[in-house]
């Protein structure tokens, strides 16, 4: 990663578009769907707002199997047709990155890998375990979730726990590191930590929040060896997990701001009425708040090389 995906990519793929100088007319329209560089890969993607803005036409994307949290606006440099030229230039550069090919495009399960500058997450091993991302076609042709995304809390990351996801993704996945552990502060503390620091703030011990609290905690138990790991992670939990040890107090916030991805489909099948969601969304937006302004206490700046498994551990997202 590093690199912004303009640098990584501007002698790979289709010219057509990045050599043509500005003009009036769009190259790319809205609703049509595209192949949009991102860090060193390219991923489907629908154009959903085209404007001409000094000059320079910029495109608001959207990548197909992704939350809308992904969407953002690029230039033509980005994007390429749908053509069969530029197809196969993406499934060699998959190849070549090491991507699975067994997975579709378009789907959930495909392997993503994100650049730091984009902040995408790894969407093999952050993909929801609730929802598969099943599509089905209403009466008038329109696509639709098989699961209403307007029960889902929406969950604004901010930008630099978004590039902590990708940090942790790289550690990982690229250079073979492992987050060593116990962690402190753990999971178990550092929620804590934000209980007192809202009870301190509010100047009251507020019920709700530590309901919330212990529900982040209880589902980062139950969530954390299905869906939160990295294969390559996988022998170390079963090194670390034992005698029924609650995994919140020994990991941290490395593996806590992963599950964030996840809540807006696993709480898509909680029912929840509708003014209880927004108060909901409004204190887990406070809460990756909280981990943003204690980055540099709660994170690791570095993980350790020295304990990574050959990766050939059973798992489901493999």
């Known amino acids: 990663m590093g690199s912004s995906s303009k640098d990584d990519t501007t002698s790979d793929g289709d010219t057509s578009s990045r050599d043509s100088p500005p003009s009036n007319s ?8 595209v192949l949009a560089y991102h860090g060193p890969r390219i991923y489907e993607a629908k154009v959903q707002k085209a404007e001409l803005r000094k000059k320079e036409w910029r495109y608001y994307v959207h990548y ?36 699975d090919k067994s997975s ?11 650049s730091s500058t984009d902040a995408k997450v790894d969407k093999e091993d952050l993909k929801s375990n609730a929802a598969k991302g099943k599509k089905r076609k209403s009466d008038s042709g329109v696509e639709k979730d098989t699961l209403s995304t307007e029960k889902f809390v929406k969950i604004q990351i901010p930008a630099t726990l978004k ?13 073979d590191k492992l987050v ?3 962690r402190s502060p753990n999971v178990d503390e550092i929620l804590s930590k934000y209980l007192q620091y809202r009870s301190k703030k509010d100047g009251m011990m507020s019920d709700s929040i530590g309901e919330i609290l212990k529900g982040i905690r209880c589902y980062f138990d139950k969530a954390l060896p299905v869906t939160l ?4 992670e996988r022998q170390q939990y079963h090194d670390v997990v034992l005698d029924n040890v609650s995994p919140s107090t020994i990991y941290g916030a490395e593996h806590l701001l992963r599950l964030f991805v996840k809540l807006p489909e696993l709480l898509a ?6 003014e209880t969601l927004t108060r909901l969304q409004q204190k887990l937006i406070d809460f990756l708040k909280f981990l943003q302004k204690n980055h540099s206490t709660f994170f690791l700046s570095a993980y350790d090389g020295s304990k990574v498994s050959d990766g050939k551990a059973k798992g489901k997202d493999d």
């Open 163 to 175: 590039k902590q996801l990708v940090d942790d993704w790289e550690f990982i996945n690229q250079q």
């Open 269 to 274: 099948y909680v029912n929840i009425e509708e």
């Open 180 to 182: 060593k552990l116990p």
């Open 229 to 232: 790991l990295y294969k390559k």
């Open 104 to 114: 579709k495009s378009g789907r959930s399960a495909q392997t993503k890998q994100k």
């Open 26 to 33: 769009s190259v790319f329209s809205e609703s049509e769907r």
């Open 64 to 99: 197909l199997g992704w939350s809308k949290n992904w969407d953002e606006w690029v230039g033509a440099d980005r994007l390429m047709k749908i053509t069969e030229e530029n197809v196969m230039k993406q499934k060699a550069l998959e190849k070549k990155l090491g991507v």
